[in-house]
């Protein structure tokens, strides 16, 4: 199998290499950050190009200068620092270990989000990892909270991440980049041109004694050995109409520890993850029309030296993704009407009976409508087709917006959308009874004001999230027969809050933003004696920026809290409160070091709800030169 999927993954590259979706943004490789602007240019709320002002949803776009100007690690990591979400890794940035795998978060909804790179869906058994693209070949990150399963279908419950890279259009250039630090040390280099541009690196991660909160938050106290990673990346301009990419990625990282408890064990495994994603698409000058193909491959392939034994949750799992779309502008409103087919492939490879499957197809629209200068609506459907080893399913998911301008730098939105979920590909392996269970389906509503004032934008949204039958563990108290949870509908899932957000381009030497959001997301758990709501995630959400740039100096200090916390084990989940200094210097036009110190108050800032740990207090030096 192994070298069928070798050579369905040679072919895809011989097909294709370079950039993708829906509005690949064109990066001069002499200019690679591009002019700030508080009213930037969407592209994945309503799959065609919008002022975020104009977008009737609430939107934040990571562009490439706040990327670098902010140090983050990864696409995770910048992920990560938004308002809004509070995604959970096994460490520091997203770290994983095999299927302990980091997941982007929104509004407190676990596994509910969307992730693609350039249109190309990331998401593999409902987990949405983005480790295999680089952070330099990004070129912004668009993230849209609220419904967005009319347009991109399953998994979009509580939102859509698309990470939009780089396409190339400059000059050659060859750039070189070298990070040391206590923790953590990289190598990369990337080739430039007017057609394309080659990435390839190495990252190291050095050990960690003691990687979680014990004795406080587990039973186990966990440590993490050294760590490696290579990556190659590669995004192409075909011709002004076609782009294409390809991302590769191998990590290699050891992981144990010692149980505390009634009866001790001991735990040391090594995981060895490949993952790979590459796509074409076509992008019509003239005609409306948008097409896309894209794979993703994944790899997870864990040893455990305890029992001397492979790690039972080994497997291969790839997908392959066609979109079509064309639209239409007739006078001042425009109709998008397309078709998705995708297919999801799963293969155990300790138990190898464990071979699964799923296709589904769909055909969605939306309708624009403006009805005045003032005044525009836009209605959306989406039907789609699922059929895999347990059932054949039909979804319909309706969709409305509303956006009203109260002037040209004043407008207020309505967002009310479907979203549903089926159950992981390989959750007919890992639920006892798996003919019970049923897909994740429910509404979002929200609604929000948009403001340009001069140098500031203010951006203030109103939600409420109502779905029914949650994916989860079935709990430790309550195993199947062999020992082990397994997948069940834990019971339904609510949330209502309210994000307030500012950000002030002061003058062009200061910036800052700032951000506060409460919610209330709760699950019903109809697994306990006195089935109740319960708290499920965090309530309160801060973030605050500040930056003072000049033709020489660069510095940003950022944070990010997480208040307000679920319980988990009887105990509530301490607050994670990361500070974050970043500094960039230039010697040159071509010659640059920057000093990153993340978590400056040294806290034990808990990565998820399980004890996992980020870094305590680390740097990094990165030296970056350019030929």
Known sequence: MLKKSTSKSALMVALVTGNVIWGGTVVHAEEPNQAFTLDPMVVTAQRMETRDLDTPASTTII?????????YKNVFDAIDNQLGLSSTGYGDAGQEFGFSSGRTVIRGFDRGTLVMVDGIPMNLKNYNSADSIPISMVERIEIVKGAAG???????MGGVVNIIT??????????????????YKDY??????????ISAGKEYSNKRSHSNDYPNGSETDWWVGKGQTDRAAITARLSEEVSANFFYQNGKITRGGHKYASTPVDYNYRYEDTRMTTGLNYTGKNNGIKAMIGYNYRKANGFDYIKNKAVDSNARLDSYVFDFQKQWNIKNDSFILGYTLRRENYEGLVKKTNVAHRT??????SYDKQFSDKFKTTLGLRGEKFSDLATDKDILLPQIQTLYKFDEDTSWYINIGKAFQMPAVDSYFTSSNYTNLVPEQGWNYETGVKKLDGNKIYKLSIYHMKFKDKFGWSG???????????IVNKGDFRNTGIEFEVTNKVDDNWQYRLGAGYGNPEIYDKSAKKPEWIQDSGRLDLIAGITYNNKKIMSDLTFKYLGDREDYNDRQIPVRARLTLNTMYSFTSNDNVTLTINNLLDRDN???????LDLPLNWKVMYEHTF
């Open 63 to 71: 562009s490439d200068k706040e990327i670098k100007d902010a140090g």
């Open 150 to 156: 009319t347009l991109y279908g399953a998994e979009a």
């Open 166 to 183: 780089k396409r190339p259009s400059g000059k050659e250039r060859v750039t070189t980049r070298s990070t040391i630090g206590n923790y």
């Open 188 to 197: 990369n280099v990337t080739l430039a041109s007017e057609d394309f541009m």
């Open 360 to 365: 589904d197809n769909a055909i969605y629209l």
């Open 476 to 486: 430790s108290k309550n195993l199947g027969s062999d020992g082990k949870q397994y």
């Open 606 to 612: 808990y990565s998820n709800r399980y004890g996992n």
